[in-house]
């Protein structure tokens, strides 16, 4: 069990490197018709139809401030599972690319320090150096707030 929970899945969003745990990651998909929600905050672009299952999108790059980029065939999305007060649901995340699967011990990843960030590190988990790069891994858990979450669930209902 130790293995994978050491595992994370490095992407790129504006050329910096990210991950996220691992055993968060359903699966990764290459661009899917959104359908777009409306009165939601700029970055949740919308929804997908993955095999019948309604799952909500997520733009990094506009919840983190960067400017945000047409989408094109070689835009991916990660497909993580959310938990939150009793509750599990499916949310994609668009990114730039995926990069890797790296194997990091707890003791190889630092605290943030709150200076030379262009996003909030609220939502930072730590940063690891690998090989010669820098890699910050993300506490998805916090990307969204719980409002946020019941607002996504309340649109897909309607």
Same mark, same amino acid.
């Given at each position: 069990m130790n293995e994978i929970k050491n595992k994370y899945l490095v992407f790129t969003i504006e050329k910096e490197q990210f991950a996220i745990s691992l055993p968060l990651v359903q699966e990764v998909i290459s661009y899917q018709p959104i359908y777009p929600l409306y009165d939601v905050s700029s970055?949740?672009?919308g929804v997908i139809n993955l095999r019948g299952k309604i799952i909500p999108v997520l733009d990094l790059r506009l919840k983190f401030g960067l400017p945000e980029v047409a989408y094109t065939e070689r835009t991916i999305f990660i497909i993580i599972n959310l938990e939150s007060e009793n509750q599990s649901s499916l949310l994609? *995340?668009?990114v730039d690319s995926v990069k890797d699967v790296i194997t990091l011990d707890e003791s190889e990843i630092q605290q943030p320090h709150e200076i030379g960030f262009k996003f909030k590190s609220k939502y930072i988990h730590g940063i690891a150096q690998y090989h010669d790069d820098v890699v910050i891994i993300l506490d998805i858990q916090k990307i *969204? &707030? &719980?409002?946020?979450i019941i607002e996504l669930h309340e649109q897909i209902k309607e």
């Open positions: 970055y949740l672009k994609g *995340l668009v *969204l &707030t &719980t409002e946020e």
